[in-house]
């Protein structure tokens, strides 16, 4: 079956640093996506990874490790604006990609 | 166009009635996406095409659901028979790798 694993809430202070993980069990693997998506909004594409390694782009980073199954989104020096549903989504091979429940992250003052 | 766009933006219907829904996805992008999304959860994937294969249907939730798509254009998505648990926003994505995703249709079922 495909299966993929995420908190459903976390809470972080503004300035901080916070770490979501996925976990996934999928029948094929060809990357793994974050998305955030704003209350009441589309999902926004935020980073792509298909090699184990971390991917650095400005505030945000994406760690993986295929032979775990594992990925986490890094945020640094977090902002209000970063309060919004954080998804996993992996690509199944093809171009299907299925998505993890998400993540409600709550940046408090 | 510069993005995925989605028609309507709201619909509201009763209960029994069929609607359509409309997505224009980026020029080019060989894959589309329908997925549902209730509010509070995750997306909920429905259907999948690519380019002139037969398209991944594994995720429609009932035979009242089915989509179709003009070879690389435009893509509708229609439910028959609407039940008030078939109010969500749809949603609409293609790709070229990433998922670019439409605003939404809000659908609400009285």
């Known amino acids: 079956g495909q299966n993929i694993d995420q908190p459903t809430e976390m809470t972080a202070t503004e300035g901080a640093i916070v770490q979501i993980n996925c976990t996934y069990q999928t029948s094929g693997f060809n990357g793994l996506f974050w998305y955030q998506q704003h209350a009441g909004e589309a999902p926004t594409f935020l980073s792509y990874n298909v090699l184990d390694g971390l991917e650095e782009k400005g505030r945000f980073s994406s760690f993986l490790s295929r032979s775990k199954g594992y990925s986490y989104l890094l945020l640094k020096e977090l902002q209000m604006k970063d309060s919004a549903s954080y998804l996993c989504a992996v690509n199944t091979g093809g171009f299907k990609t299925i998505f993890g429940a998400g993540t409600r992250l709550f940046v408090k003052a | 166009g510069a993005g995925v766009s989605q028609s309507p933006s709201n619909k509201v219907t009763e209960k029994g009635k069929d609607v359509e829904l409309r997505c224009d996805p980026i020029?080019?992008?060989?894959?589309l996406y329908w997925y549902r999304q209730r509010l509070g959860q995750g997306l909920e994937f429905l259907i999948y095409?690519?380019?002139?294969?037969?398209?991944?249907k594994s995720g429609l939730p009932s035979d009242r659901f089915s989509a179709e798509r003009t070879g690389e254009s435009v893509s509708t998505l229609t439910i028959q028979r609407t039940q008030q648990e078939d109010s969500a926003v749809y949603l609409c994505a293609s790709t070229d790798n990433e998922q670019f995703f439409g605003p939404g249709t809000r659908l609400t079922v009285l």
């Open positions: 020029s080019g992008h060989t894959a």
């Open positions: 095409f690519q380019g002139n294969s037969a398209p991944d």
